[in-house]
T-cell receptor
Framework: DVKVTQSSRYLVKRTGEKVFLECVQD?????MFWYRQDPGLGLRLIYF???????EKGDIPEGYSVSREKKERFSLILESASTNQTSMYLC??????????FGQGTRLTVV | QQQVKQSPQSLIVQKGGISIINCAYE??????FPWYQQFPGKGPALLIA?????SEKKEGRFTISFNKSAKQFSLHIMDSQPGDSATYFC??????????FGKGTRLSVIA
Protein backbone atom coordinates (compact mmCIF):
# COMPACT_ATOMS: atom_id res chain seq x y z
CA ASP A 1 0.00 0.00 0.00
CA VAL A 2 1.20 3.44 -0.89
CA LYS A 3 1.78 5.67 2.02
CA VAL A 4 2.27 9.35 2.76
CA THR A 5 2.95 9.93 6.43
CA GLN A 6 2.71 13.26 8.17
CA SER A 7 4.56 13.40 11.46
CA SER A 8 1.78 14.91 13.54
CA ARG A 9 -2.02 14.74 13.42
CA TYR A 10 -2.50 17.69 15.76
CA LEU A 11 -0.19 20.53 16.74
CA VAL A 12 -0.68 23.55 18.96
CA LYS A 13 1.95 26.28 18.68
CA ARG A 14 2.37 29.80 19.97
CA THR A 15 2.44 32.91 17.82
CA GLY A 16 5.97 33.64 16.67
CA GLU A 17 7.23 30.08 17.01
CA LYS A 18 9.08 28.37 14.16
CA VAL A 19 7.06 25.32 13.17
CA PHE A 20 8.17 22.27 11.21
CA LEU A 21 5.68 19.95 9.51
CA GLU A 22 7.24 16.76 8.23
CA CYS A 23 6.06 14.50 5.43
CA VAL A 24 7.51 11.20 4.23
CA GLN A 25 6.40 9.09 1.27
CA ASP A 26 7.41 5.52 0.49
CA UNK A 27 6.49 5.40 -3.20
CA UNK A 28 9.68 6.83 -4.72
CA UNK A 29 7.65 9.70 -6.20
CA UNK A 30 9.47 12.65 -7.69
CA UNK A 31 6.72 15.17 -6.94
CA MET A 32 5.69 16.33 -3.50
CA PHE A 33 3.24 19.02 -2.49
CA TRP A 34 2.01 20.96 0.49
CA TYR A 35 -1.60 22.14 0.49
CA ARG A 36 -3.58 24.03 3.04
CA GLN A 37 -7.27 23.18 3.56
CA ASP A 38 -9.72 25.69 5.02
CA PRO A 39 -13.54 25.44 5.12
CA GLY A 40 -15.08 26.97 2.03
CA LEU A 41 -11.71 27.56 0.40
CA GLY A 42 -10.82 24.03 -0.67
CA LEU A 43 -7.21 22.97 -1.06
CA ARG A 44 -4.72 25.70 -1.82
CA LEU A 45 -1.19 24.96 -2.94
CA ILE A 46 1.58 26.36 -0.75
CA TYR A 47 4.76 24.87 -2.24
CA PHE A 48 5.75 21.92 -4.37
CA UNK A 49 8.88 20.12 -5.42
CA UNK A 50 9.74 18.05 -8.48
CA UNK A 51 13.08 16.79 -7.24
CA UNK A 52 15.50 16.81 -4.34
CA UNK A 53 16.61 20.32 -3.42
CA UNK A 54 14.07 21.76 -5.85
CA UNK A 55 11.15 23.89 -4.73
CA GLU A 56 8.52 25.96 -6.44
CA LYS A 57 6.07 28.46 -4.98
CA GLY A 58 2.42 27.65 -5.15
CA ASP A 59 -0.50 30.01 -4.84
CA ILE A 60 -0.04 31.03 -1.18
CA PRO A 61 3.67 30.75 -0.25
CA GLU A 62 3.85 33.83 1.98
CA GLY A 63 4.94 33.00 5.51
CA TYR A 64 6.09 29.50 4.55
CA SER A 65 9.23 27.82 3.31
CA VAL A 66 10.06 24.21 2.44
CA SER A 67 12.96 21.83 2.47
CA ARG A 68 13.59 18.71 0.43
CA GLU A 69 16.96 17.19 1.28
CA LYS A 70 15.93 13.63 0.45
CA LYS A 71 13.55 12.34 -2.22
CA GLU A 72 11.14 10.80 0.26
CA ARG A 73 10.91 13.74 2.67
CA PHE A 74 9.34 17.16 2.21
CA SER A 75 9.16 19.59 5.12
CA LEU A 76 6.99 22.66 5.47
CA ILE A 77 8.34 25.43 7.69
CA LEU A 78 6.38 28.27 9.22
CA GLU A 79 9.09 30.79 9.93
CA SER A 80 7.09 32.72 12.52
CA ALA A 81 3.69 31.20 13.14
CA SER A 82 0.68 33.50 13.13
CA THR A 83 -2.94 32.88 14.07
CA ASN A 84 -4.02 33.12 10.42
CA GLN A 85 -1.93 30.04 9.73
CA THR A 86 -4.26 27.95 11.87
CA SER A 87 -5.42 25.36 9.36
CA MET A 88 -5.32 21.77 8.13
CA TYR A 89 -2.10 21.05 6.25
CA LEU A 90 -2.02 18.25 3.71
CA CYS A 91 1.06 16.73 2.16
CA UNK A 92 0.83 14.79 -1.11
CA UNK A 93 3.10 12.99 -3.51
CA UNK A 94 2.69 11.89 -7.10
CA UNK A 95 4.37 10.52 -10.14
CA UNK A 96 4.31 13.00 -13.04
CA UNK A 97 1.58 15.06 -11.32
CA UNK A 98 -1.11 12.50 -11.93
CA UNK A 99 -2.73 10.61 -9.09
CA UNK A 100 -1.75 12.51 -5.97
CA UNK A 101 -1.63 10.48 -2.75
CA PHE A 102 -2.36 12.46 0.37
CA GLY A 103 -1.34 12.08 3.97
CA GLN A 104 -3.90 12.25 6.76
CA GLY A 105 -3.22 15.87 7.42
CA THR A 106 -1.88 17.94 10.30
CA ARG A 107 -4.33 20.17 12.08
CA LEU A 108 -2.29 23.12 13.28
CA THR A 109 -3.61 25.60 15.81
CA VAL A 110 -1.62 28.75 16.46
CA VAL A 111 -2.53 30.50 19.70
CA GLN B 1 -8.62 33.91 -10.25
CA GLN B 2 -10.37 30.67 -9.48
CA GLN B 3 -9.44 28.19 -12.16
CA VAL B 4 -11.86 25.45 -11.13
CA LYS B 5 -15.33 26.38 -9.90
CA GLN B 6 -17.31 23.71 -8.06
CA SER B 7 -20.97 23.62 -7.12
CA PRO B 8 -22.93 23.14 -4.98
CA GLN B 9 -21.11 23.79 -1.71
CA SER B 10 -23.30 21.27 0.05
CA LEU B 11 -25.77 18.64 -1.05
CA ILE B 12 -28.30 16.48 0.76
CA VAL B 13 -29.56 13.40 -1.06
CA GLN B 14 -31.91 10.64 -0.05
CA LYS B 15 -30.52 7.13 0.13
CA GLY B 16 -30.87 5.52 -3.29
CA GLY B 17 -30.96 8.86 -5.08
CA ILE B 18 -28.51 10.38 -7.55
CA SER B 19 -25.91 12.88 -6.34
CA ILE B 20 -24.61 15.33 -8.92
CA ILE B 21 -21.68 17.69 -8.39
CA ASN B 22 -20.53 20.08 -11.09
CA CYS B 23 -17.25 21.74 -11.95
CA ALA B 24 -16.29 24.32 -14.54
CA TYR B 25 -12.77 25.20 -15.59
CA GLU B 26 -11.20 28.06 -17.48
CA UNK B 27 -7.87 26.80 -18.74
CA UNK B 28 -8.32 24.88 -22.00
CA UNK B 29 -4.82 23.42 -21.59
CA UNK B 30 -5.99 21.25 -18.68
CA UNK B 31 -5.73 17.60 -19.69
CA UNK B 32 -6.49 15.65 -16.52
CA PHE B 33 -9.64 15.91 -14.42
CA PRO B 34 -9.83 13.83 -11.20
CA TRP B 35 -12.36 13.71 -8.43
CA TYR B 36 -11.22 13.21 -4.84
CA GLN B 37 -13.25 11.95 -1.90
CA GLN B 38 -12.43 12.98 1.66
CA PHE B 39 -13.88 11.51 4.84
CA PRO B 40 -13.61 13.40 8.15
CA GLY B 41 -10.16 13.07 9.68
CA LYS B 42 -8.65 11.65 6.49
CA GLY B 43 -6.73 13.04 3.57
CA PRO B 44 -8.43 13.19 0.14
CA ALA B 45 -8.25 10.02 -1.93
CA LEU B 46 -8.62 9.65 -5.68
CA LEU B 47 -12.10 8.45 -6.61
CA ILE B 48 -12.18 8.59 -10.40
CA ALA B 49 -10.46 10.58 -13.14
CA UNK B 50 -10.98 11.40 -16.82
CA UNK B 51 -8.98 12.79 -19.70
CA UNK B 52 -10.55 15.13 -22.30
CA UNK B 53 -10.50 12.60 -25.13
CA UNK B 54 -13.55 10.81 -23.68
CA SER B 55 -16.93 12.19 -22.70
CA GLU B 56 -17.76 9.76 -19.92
CA LYS B 57 -16.09 7.36 -17.55
CA LYS B 58 -17.87 4.99 -15.22
CA GLU B 59 -16.54 3.05 -12.26
CA GLY B 60 -19.21 1.22 -10.33
CA ARG B 61 -21.75 3.74 -9.06
CA PHE B 62 -19.51 6.70 -9.91
CA THR B 63 -19.54 8.40 -13.32
CA ILE B 64 -17.69 11.42 -14.65
CA SER B 65 -19.36 13.28 -17.51
CA PHE B 66 -17.08 15.60 -19.45
CA ASN B 67 -18.14 18.40 -21.81
CA LYS B 68 -15.06 19.84 -23.48
CA SER B 69 -16.86 22.57 -25.43
CA ALA B 70 -18.61 23.86 -22.31
CA LYS B 71 -15.45 23.40 -20.18
CA GLN B 72 -17.46 21.51 -17.60
CA PHE B 73 -17.31 18.13 -15.91
CA SER B 74 -19.50 16.51 -13.34
CA LEU B 75 -19.59 13.63 -10.90
CA HIS B 76 -22.69 11.46 -10.70
CA ILE B 77 -23.16 9.05 -7.81
CA MET B 78 -25.91 6.56 -8.57
CA ASP B 79 -27.84 4.81 -5.80
CA SER B 80 -26.25 7.08 -3.20
CA GLN B 81 -25.56 5.44 0.16
CA PRO B 82 -24.95 6.89 3.64
CA GLY B 83 -21.37 5.64 3.32
CA ASP B 84 -20.92 8.07 0.42
CA SER B 85 -21.32 10.99 2.82
CA ALA B 86 -18.06 12.87 2.47
CA THR B 87 -16.53 15.96 0.94
CA TYR B 88 -15.84 15.74 -2.79
CA PHE B 89 -13.28 17.82 -4.65
CA CYS B 90 -12.89 18.20 -8.38
CA UNK B 91 -9.47 19.10 -9.71
CA UNK B 92 -7.62 19.74 -12.95
CA UNK B 93 -4.06 19.86 -14.17
CA UNK B 94 -2.03 20.20 -17.36
CA UNK B 95 1.11 18.23 -18.05
CA UNK B 96 3.29 17.83 -15.00
CA UNK B 97 1.84 20.76 -13.05
CA UNK B 98 0.18 20.52 -9.64
CA UNK B 99 -3.51 19.82 -9.36
CA UNK B 100 -5.81 22.83 -9.01
CA PHE B 101 -8.75 22.00 -6.77
CA GLY B 102 -12.31 23.23 -6.55
CA LYS B 103 -13.59 24.41 -3.19
CA GLY B 104 -15.35 21.15 -2.37
CA THR B 105 -18.87 19.84 -1.93
CA ARG B 106 -20.07 18.35 1.33
CA LEU B 107 -22.42 15.49 0.51
CA SER B 108 -24.82 14.07 3.07
CA VAL B 109 -26.83 10.99 2.16
CA ILE B 110 -29.76 10.51 4.48
CA ALA B 111 -31.77 7.35 5.00
Amino acid sequence: DVKVTQSSRYLVKRTGEKVFLECVQDMDHENMFWYRQDPGLGLRLIYFSYDVKMKEKGDIPEGYSVSREKKERFSLILESASTNQTSMYLCASSLFSREAFFGQGTRLTVV
Amino acid sequence: QQQVKQSPQSLIVQKGGISIINCAYENTAFDYFPWYQQFPGKGPALLIAIRPDVSEKKEGRFTISFNKSAKQFSLHIMDSQPGDSATYFCAASKGNTPLVFGKGTRLSVIA
